[in-house]
C-alpha cells in the first residue's frame, strides 16, 4: 500500500476525492447509531428512548477524549508522509497504538466507577435511570474496540487514504443493524441489546482492519516489538492532541449539562434532545467530513511547504460544507414533525419537538463554518487556539446560557433550542478574524520583508 499524495493536482479535485469517502464514512456511522435509536423507538417504550438518549450523551465523553488523540496522529502521520520521512512515520504509527491501548483501559475504569453518579448528576428520569445504566455499561465495556477503530482510521487518514476506513465503518455498520434487530427485536434485550450490538460491530471492524492491512503489507506491520512507543513523539502526539481532546470534553459536559436541563422537563424532553442529537449528526456531516479531510490535506501541504495550496482547500471546503448544511436547515424550518416522526410516532415527543428542531436547527449553517476554520487550524498545528476557543464557548457561552434560559424558559423548547446556534454563530465570528488575521498578516509582513531587503 502506497500512500496516497494530497499535495499535488487539481485542488479541488483532490480535495473532493478526499473529502467524499469521509462523507460516506460519517454518514454509516451515523446510521448505525441512529439505527439503535430507531429500532429503540419502534419497538420499546419512550422511557428506552431517554435511555439511549442520555447513554448516548455520557458514552460520547469517549469518543470526545480520543477524538484530540486520533486527529494528532492523522496531522503528525501526514506532515511526515507530505516531507517523506517514513520510517518516522512507522514510528508515530507504532506509538499512537499503544497509548490508544492504555487510554483505552484507563477510561474504561474510570467511567465505570463515576457512571451512576454521573448519571444522577445528569438527572436521568426515575422511569429510565436502570436502562441507561446498562446501556452505559455495556458500551464503556467495549472501548477497547472503539478506541482501537479509531486509532487504524486515524492512521489510515493520515497517510493518505479514506477509502478503506470507508470500507470498514460499512462493515460495522451492517453488522450493527443485523444485531440491533436480533437482540432487541428478537431477543427482548432493550437498550443493552443496543449497546452490545454496537460493541460487536466495532469489534468486527477493527479486527477486519488489522487483518485486511497486514495482508496488503502496510508500511506498519503491526508485529509486537512494532508497538514501542518513542517517547518524543508521544510527546509530540500529546501536544498536538491533548488541546483538542480537552476542547472536545468542554463541549461534551456543556452538552451534557444541556441534557440534564431536558432530563428535568420530563421522558418527552429528554427524548426530543436524543432524536436532534442524531439530526445533528446527520446535519453536520458535510462539516465534520470536510473539517476532517482538511486537517489532512493541511497537514500533508504544510509538510510539503505548499502553504497556498492550503489555504486554498480551505474556502473550497466551507463552500461545500456550509451548502449541505443549508439543505437540512430548510428541512428542519418546513418539516420538523417528519424529522421527528423518523424516530417516534408518540404526539407528545412531536409537539414537544417541533419548536426546538425549528430554533436548533441554524446551528447546522454556524457549526460548517466553525468546524471547517478548526479543521484547517488543527492542520497548521494551532491546537491551543483552537482548545481555548472552543472550551471558551463551551464555558463561558453555552452553559452559562443553558443556566439562563432553562430557569427561566424551561417550558419553552424552542427558546432552548436557540442556545447552540447562538454560540456557534459567535464563535464562527471570532474564529474567521482570527484565521484572517493571521493569514493576511502573515502575508503582509512577508512582503514588508522582501520590501525590505530590496
Known sequence: MKEHNLTEGNILKTLLFFAVPFLISNILQSLYGAADLFIIGKYCSPESVAAVSTGTQVTQIVTSLVTGLTLGSTILIGQYTGSGEYETVKKVIGTTLSIFGVVSVVLTAVLLGIEKPLLILLDTPKESFDLTMQYVAVCLLGNIFICGYNAVSAILRGYGDSVRPMIFVGIACAVNIILDVLFVRNFGMDAAGTALA??????????????????????????????????????????IGLPISFQELMVRISFLYLMAVMNRCGVYAASVVGISSKYDVFAMLSATSMASALSAVTAQNFGAKKTERARKSLWYGMAFAVFVSCLFWMWAQLSPQSMIRAFSGNENVIAAGTAFFRSCSYDYIMVAIVFCLNGYLNGKQKTVWTMVSCSAGALLLRIPLVWYFGRHYADHLGMLGMIAPLVSGIMACYTLLYVLHEEYGKKKAGKEKGANGL
Do not use: E, G
Open 198 to 239: 454496537t460493541v460487536i460491530s466495532q469489534a468486527v471492524s477493527m479486527l477486519f482492519a488489522v487483518v485486511y492491512l497486514k495482508r496488503k503489507k502496510f508500511i506498519f506491520d503491526f508485529k509486537w516489538k512494532s508497538f514501542r512507543p518513542v517517547p518524543s513523539l508521544a510527546k509530540k502526539l500529546a501536544v
